[in-house]
C-alpha cells in the first residue's frame, strides 16, 4: 500500500486532496524562488516565500502524519530561517542545495500521485551547506 492509500484510509478525502493540491503549487513554485535567491532585487520575497512554503508543508504534512516530509521540510524551515538573517545573494553551494531539497521534495510528489511508498531522504541533503558567500 502507498503513501496515498494511507492517507485516504486515515484522513477524510478532502483533506487530503486539498493538501495535495497545495502541495503541487508549492513544489512547482520551488525552483523558481530559489533562483530568485542569486538576485539580490528578489532576495527578501523569495527567502521569505521559501520559508513560508517549507513552513506550510511542515504544518501539514505534520498533521498528516507524514514523518519523514514532516522532518526534512523543519530542517530546510530552520536553515531557511538563516538565510532570512543573511544580506544577498547567497552561496552557490547553497542555491545547489536548496534545489536538492526541491528535487526531493518533487520526488514525493510523484511517489504520491503513483500511491507508492515516499522515497528516502538522500543522505546529502542532511549536510547543511556553508550560509557564508
Known sequence: MGVRSD?????DFEIVD?????YSMMVDSMEVMILDLSKPSMYERSVNELFRVFHNIKSASGYLKIISMNKLAAFVEDELEALRLKKPPV?????NWLLNISDMFASWQDNLKQNSELSKIKYSLLKIPDLEK
Do not use: C, Q, R, W
Not at 492517507?7 to 484522513?11: E, M, P, Q, R, T
Not at 486539498?18 to 497545495?22: A, G, K, S, T, V
Not at 552561496?91 to 542555491?95: A, D, M, P, V
Open 18 to 22: 486539498e493538501f495535495l493540491d497545495h
Open 7 to 11: 492517507l485516504d484510509k486515515n484522513f
Open 91 to 95: 552561496s552557490e553551494e547553497t542555491i
